[in-house]
């Protein structure tokens, strides 16, 4: 049973372009979710997090969006440029004493077209 | 500020053989965590500690897999024997013991093949 899902493998954009990048959840007790970036041969890397009484977080051109009814969340990424090249992993926590055992989706490969 | 530091990068191994992998977490995070990856995944969990007691290891094959982390500081994970299916990369992550967002900072992997 996946509980967290990225049902589009790869996403392909020009540079300067909008990349959304959708995630779906199953889980109604994930309380925090994140998305990671990763690149080849290194650890994902922490990109952002919004938690569930949230609906919107913005840090410079990546902003998630969580649709609580929707269980959905989905990333903006504006401008995209060719450095955010990588592959994107949603990710999905707990609150209380499970906090920090994230559940990851499949994750989404970018690839941002100079 | 060093990362979470993992060793070896990659390991080759024939199956029935052990194998064991090496962290260790960034300086003064009490939280240490062991995923595992397999190819076209995302990361799973394995275990968790606090300080030097898992606290959370559901996840891990009890069978074949251990862990431990001795002194609360660096961990060692073992598979005995490797079998073919075990071929993943190993992620160790770290956090601070109170982190509420669920922000790990991830090591770079040990890849293992087994053949």
């Known amino acids: 049973d996946q509980q967290v899902k990225q049902n589009s493998p790869s996403l392909s954009v020009q540079e300067g372009r909008i990349s959304i990048l959708n995630c779906d959840y199953t889980n109604s007790m994930f309380d925090y979710f994140l998305w990671y970036k990763k690149y080849p041969a290194e650890g994902p890397t922490f990109l952002i997090s919004i938690s569930s009484i949230k609906d919107k977080n913005e840090d410079g051109r990546f902003t998630v969006f969580l649709n609580k009814s929707a269980k959905h969340l989905s990333l903006h990424i504006v401008p995209s440029q060719p450095g955010d090249s990588a592959v994107y992993f949603c990710a999905a926590s707990p609150s209380g004493t499970s906090y920090g055992k994230l559940t990851f989706g499949q994750g989404t490969i970018l690839t941002v077209h100079p | 500020e060093a990362g979470v530091v993992q060793s070896p990068r990659y390991k080759i191994i024939e199956k029935k053989q052990p194998v064991a992998f090496w962290c260790n977490p960034i300086s003064g995070h009490n939280t240490l965590y062991w995923y595992r990856q397999n190819l076209g995944q995302g990361p799973e969990l394995l275990i968790r500690y606090e300080n030097e007691e898992a606290v959370d290891d559901s996840q891990l094959p009890k069978d074949r897999f251990s862990a431990e982390r001795l002194k609360g500081v660096d961990s060692t994970l073992k598979i005995q024997p490797a079998e073919l299916g075990d071929s993943a990369v190993y992620l160790c992550?770290?956090?601070?013991?109170?982190?509420?967002?669920?922000?790990?900072?991830f090591g770079e992997g040990s890849r293992l093949t087994v053949l």
């Open positions: 992550a770290s956090s601070e013991f109170w982190v509420t967002t669920g922000e790990l900072f």
